[in-house]
């Protein structure tokens, strides 16, 4: 009976809202990836532009009104399994100036069914990334250095991410940051 579950889950129809919400995107080539339930209601839904949550009493007309969080600006997405759903803890990523992103306020998904959702999610977050770099700071903390492929972008989009907010105002941490990053680019080899 469990071989017959999983093969409708993985041949099912993304639910109609799910549905509704990717064809009203600006980019006519999203598609549904994998999605799962939600506890309170709604899907977390992973497309091929990023991360979706679509309320489960969203309005059709209001499709278009569901954002996405693009691959490229998931920090982190910890997956805890717990029977046949479990929850996700995503870390946005917003750029607060030019080349320096701050980690946005944890959100925390509990699904109850989690499918295909946990894997494919893992594989588009690990396929962004192309290098991260570590590099302690003067008096404590750390910067973290990463390189991400964009989407629609050719070269790789370098980006700092300080362990500490507090950090992006000292200027003894500033440039440590800065010499790091100059480093790391000049080393970088485009074609991996």
Do not use: C, I, N
């Amino acid at each position: 009976m469990k071989v017959l579950d999983a093969l409708r889950a993985r041949f099912a129809r993304p639910p109609e809202l799910v549905r509704a919400v990717v064809a009203a995107s600006p980019d006519p080539d999203e598609r549904v990836l994998a999605w799962g339930p939600l506890a309170g209601g709604g899907w977390l839904v992973a497309t091929s532009r990023g991360l979706r949550v679509v309320p489960g009493d969203l309005a059709l007309t209001d499709a278009a009104a569901v954002p996405v969080l693009r691959w490229h600006e998931v920090g982190t997405a910890r997956w805890t399994a717990a029977g046949a759903g479990g929850s996700f803890l995503v870390t946005p990523l917003t750029e607060v100036e030019p080349g320096v992103q701050a980690r946005g306020p944890q959100q925390r998904y509990v699904l109850t069914e989690a499918g295909e959702l946990p894997g494919e999610v893992r594989s588009r977050v690990d396929r962004t990334v192309v290098t991260s770099q570590r590099h302690p700071l003067p008096g404590g903390g750390a910067v973290l250095l990463v390189a991400r492929r964009v989407p629609g972008q050719a070269a790789r989009e370098w980006s700092v991410v300080f362990d500490d907010d507090a950090d992006r105002d000292d200027p003894q941490a500033r440039q440590v940051a800065r010499d790091r990053l100059a480093a790391a680019v000049d080393a970088d080899d485009p074609t991996r």
